[in-house]
């Protein structure tokens, strides 16, 4: 159905996840964090992301002066739309990945119907981010005279 990319440090709750994202019928990607998330998305597109905060992330990873995993992930996910999951809901925290183009804060252990509704919204605004993208090139391009 779609790629799906599931990133969490804690492997197990990674993989809970992306079971209930395989019975919905999603392919899943588990990434047991940032590092091996990017290296993911160098080799494969994805078309959302669900990410555990908080992202640990190590220096070299990501470049020198850089230690937020959540950026550096939103900077090579190809537009693709992020969820996040917390183990402890803090409203400013989810204030700010919202304001940072997180489309959806859940809370975990994530609930089955929660999920399957953010993932499902979140491949419709990819969808329509990218039909946005192919409207506004065919603006651009000049008509054959």
Do not use: K, W
């Amino acid at each position: 159905m779609s790629d799906v990319l599931c990133v969490d440090d804690d492997t197990a709750s990674a993989e809970a996840v992306a079971d209930m994202l395989r019975e919905f019928g999603h392919d899943v990607c588990v990434a047991a964090g940032v590092e091996a998330a990017l290296s993911a998305m160098e080799v494969r597109t994805f078309e959302a992301v669900i990410a555990a905060l908080p992202l640990r992330v190590a220096a070299a990873a990501v470049g020198p002066g850089t230690s937020d995993g959540l950026a550096s992930l939103q900077s090579c996910a190809n537009g693709a739309p992020f969820i996040v999951t917390v183990r402890h809901p803090d409203a400013s925290r989810g204030v700010e990945a919202l304001e940072r183009g997180v489309l959806d804060y859940l809370t975990r252990p994530v609930r089955r119907e929660a999920l399957r509704l953010a993932v499902n919204q979140a491949l419709e605004v990819g969808r329509l981010r990218r039909e946005n993208e192919d409207m506004r090139r065919e603006l651009i391009v000049p008509a054959p005279s």
